[in-house]
Every structure is written in structure tokens, then in C-alpha cells.
């Protein structure tokens, strides 16, 4: 139940001006998640699960982990008004002719969030968090 309040919210709030709300969304969000130590925490934790979780390993076989663990953090972190720089390509360009379906983009929607529960993130900031993601939701999943 939690991960269907969580993707109805996420789809709610990706129907607003992108802008606007990830400006909103985004104000202390760093903070609130306790910092890149914290994030490089959950992003460790999520790529544990997505790595392993057989709904979701078969896409990550051909995936050098330590990049994509550092792009994520800087990512995560520039989302959410930290100090980094994302210097990767966009999340269409990046996903472009993987075939990922929204099977799969859901079960890391649910491994993040499991990332977040291990590390004690309050449930209205994992929201605020997965709140800025969702919009990416489009350019992820082809089919």
C-alpha cells in the first residue's frame, strides 16, 4: 500500500509545472535527507537491491556499478539542492533502447523506497524525494 501512496502522489505532483515544484520541492531536501553522506548511503543501498532483485538485475548485467553509483549520487544530490554537479547524459538519452517497462521502473521505485526505510527517512520527505523523480518516469520507460 505504501508504494501505491507513494506513486499516486508522485504522479500527482508530476502533473504541475515542473519548474515551479522542483524549485519548491527541492528547498532543503538535501538537508532533509541528512546530506551526501546519507545519500551516498541510499544510493549504495538502492543499487544493492537493483542489482540482486530479479526484476530488476537483468537490465544492470552489461552496468559498471561504480559509475553509476557516483552519476546517482550527483544526480540525487543536485536534485535536491546540494553542492554536486550531475555530469551525465539526460534520463532519455540514457535509457534510450533499453526497453525498460513499467514493471521495472516500479520495482526500483519500491527498492529506493526500502533504501530510504533503512536509512530512517521520514515518509513525507522520501515523498517530497520521490517527488522530484517522477517526471523522469517518462523519459525512463519505453514499453
Known amino acids: ?13 508530476a502533473a504541475t509545472p515542473a519548474a515551479t515544484t522542483q524549485t519548491a520541492m527541492a528547498d532543503s ?3 532533509d535527507l541528512g546530506g551526501m553522506t546519507k545519500i551516498e548511503r541510499i544510493t549504495s543501498r538502492l543499487l544493492d537491491l537493483t ?3 530479479p526484476r530488476t538485475a537483468p537490465q544492470f548485467k552489461q552496468t559498471k556499478r561504480d559509475r553509476l553509483e557516483k552519476l546517482l549520487n550527483d544526480q540525487f544530490c543536485e536534485l535536491t539542492g546540494g553542492p554536486c554537479k550531475y555530469k551525465g547524459v539526460n534520463m532519455k538519452k540514457s535509457h534510450i533502447k533499453l526497453g525498460i517497462t513499467e514493471r521495472e521502473f516500479n520495482a ?3 527498492q529506493l523506497q526500502a533504501a530510504m526505510d533503512a536509512e530512517d527517512v521520514p515518509y513525507h520527505t522520501q ?5 522530484l523523480l517522477a517526471p523522469m518516469k517518462r523519459d525512463i520507460v519505453e514499453r
Open 1 to 13: 500500500m505504501k508504494v501505491f501512496k507513494h506513486l499516486v502522489l508522485a504522479g500527482m505532483i
Open 127 to 131: 515523498n517530497r524525494f520521490l517527488a
Open 108 to 110: 526500483m521505485v519500491e
Open 29 to 31: 531536501l538535501f538537508e
Open 51 to 53: 542489482f540482486t532483485d
